[in-house]
């Protein structure tokens, strides 16, 4: 008889957490389903004052339906390679994502060690500081010269601008959340005989890399801004000479589509980052 009430329990428990389950999966859905509307909404809405504006302007700003033409046959072929004057715009795109991703790393190997000294020591953030705030407004096409001066070359010169314009969230974010870190941990270190290395690693590092990744996810926005402008300058393949390129050759719809292309890959990696921001954030 007990065993049967058991069984009877464990069956009850188990559809419990079946419809529990299920309850979660259906809240999940309906919540993206939303979204998704909000999303097509908001696209709808886009679309609707681009072609507004295309009737107001007699067709000189493309209408959405020709700019999908010209959309669709660059990525009808991304990745054909006709001479260093005539890729397909997957390399194009490749080019740049690749010169990104270089300077980011970079400046990130420099701003989060520099970061953790400022938000560490005293006197370091003294010191230092007051140079981040100089350097941090500075525009960063202001630099180009400097990095062409000192490279001699446009594709040094360009990840150079990336390194030091994708430095200041990282360091900055760094920093603070170093500093902000509670006497009661470094307490507790210095109560088990921490070594400085236990320290870092055990406390000061993993408390604040939530910190560390927005700074991460700030400075890979800012990269992503940062080289349009500065392959306009340089030359060459990349998406932001593609768009000067497009202009002097007076087609807007290959200009408004490598905006578009431009747009989402922003998102995609601000999309990435923000979910690495989740994976390491305190849970409450």
């Given at each position: 008889m007990e065993a049967t009430n058991s069984y009877s329990l464990s069956v009850e428990e188990t559809s419990g957490r079946i419809?529990?389950?299920?309850?979660?999966?259906?809240?999940?859905?309906?919540?993206?389903?939303?979204?998704?509307?909000?999303?097509a909404a908001g696209m709808a809405t886009l679309l609707g004052l681009w072609a507004l504006v295309s009737k107001v302007?007699?067709?000189?700003?493309?209408?959405?339906?020709?700019?999908?033409?010209?959309?669709?046959?660059?990525?009808?072929?991304?990745?054909?390679?006709?001479?260093?004057?005539?890729?397909?715009?997957?390399?194009?795109?490749?080019?740049?994502?690749?010169?990104?991703?270089?300077?980011?790393?970079?400046?990130?190997?420099?701003?989060?060690?520099?970061?953790?000294?400022?938000?560490?020591?005293?006197?370091?953030r003294k010191v230092f500081y007051p140079i981040v705030q100089i350097l941090r407004p500075v525009s960063p096409l202001a630099w180009f010269p400097i990095?062409?001066?000192?490279?001699?070359?446009?594709?040094?010169?360009?990840?150079?601008?990336?390194?030091?314009?994708?430095?200041?969230?990282?360091?900055?974010?760094?920093?603070?959340?170093?500093?902000?870190?509670?006497?009661?941990?470094?307490?507790?270190?210095?109560?088990?005989?921490?070594?400085?290395?236990?320290?870092?690693?055990?406390?000061?590092?993993?408390?604040?890399?939530?910190?560390?990744?927005?700074?991460l996810r700030l400075s890979i926005g800012v990269a992503w801004v940062v080289i349009v402008a500065g392959e306009m300058l340089s030359g060459g393949i990349g998406i932001g000479f593609f768009v000067w390129d497009s202009w002097n050759a007076l087609s807007l719809e290959k200009v408004i589509s490598a905006i578009l292309i431009i747009g989402f890959v922003g998102l995609a990696l601000d999309r990435l980052f923000t979910l690495i921001e989740k994976r390491v954030s305190y849970q409450g």
């Amino acid at each position: 008889m007990e065993a049967t009430n058991s069984y009877s329990l464990s069956v009850e428990e188990t559809s419990g957490r079946i419809s529990e389950a299920v309850s979660k999966i259906a809240l999940k859905a309906k919540g993206t389903a939303i979204s998704l509307l909000y999303s097509a909404a908001g696209m709808a809405t886009l679309l609707g004052l681009w072609a507004l504006v295309s009737k107001v302007t007699n067709n000189e700003i493309p209408t959405p339906a020709a700019t999908w033409e010209v959309f669709r046959t660059l990525i009808e072929d991304p990745f054909y390679d006709a001479g260093p004057n005539d890729k397909g715009i997957g390399l194009v795109l490749w080019s740049s994502i690749l010169r990104v991703l270089t300077g980011f790393a970079l400046g990130s190997v420099v701003a989060i060690p520099l970061g953790v000294l400022m938000g560490a020591n005293a006197f370091c953030r003294k010191v230092f500081y007051p140079i981040v705030q100089i350097l941090r407004p500075v525009s960063p096409l202001a630099w180009f010269p400097i990095g062409l001066m000192s490279f001699q070359s446009a594709e040094s010169a360009t990840i150079f601008i990336i390194f030091i314009t994708s430095l200041w969230p990282t360091l900055i974010n760094t920093a603070f959340g170093v500093a902000s870190l509670p006497a009661d941990y470094r307490n507790v270190a210095k109560v088990f005989g921490f070594s400085t290395w236990k320290y870092l690693t055990r406390i000061l590092i993993p408390y604040s890399i939530p910190h560390i990744i927005t700074g991460l996810r700030l400075s890979i926005g800012v990269a992503w801004v940062v080289i349009v402008a500065g392959e306009m300058l340089s030359g060459g393949i990349g998406i932001g000479f593609f768009v000067w390129d497009s202009w002097n050759a007076l087609s807007l719809e290959k200009v408004i589509s490598a905006i578009l292309i431009i747009g989402f890959v922003g998102l995609a990696l601000d999309r990435l980052f923000t979910l690495i921001e989740k994976r390491v954030s305190y849970q409450g």
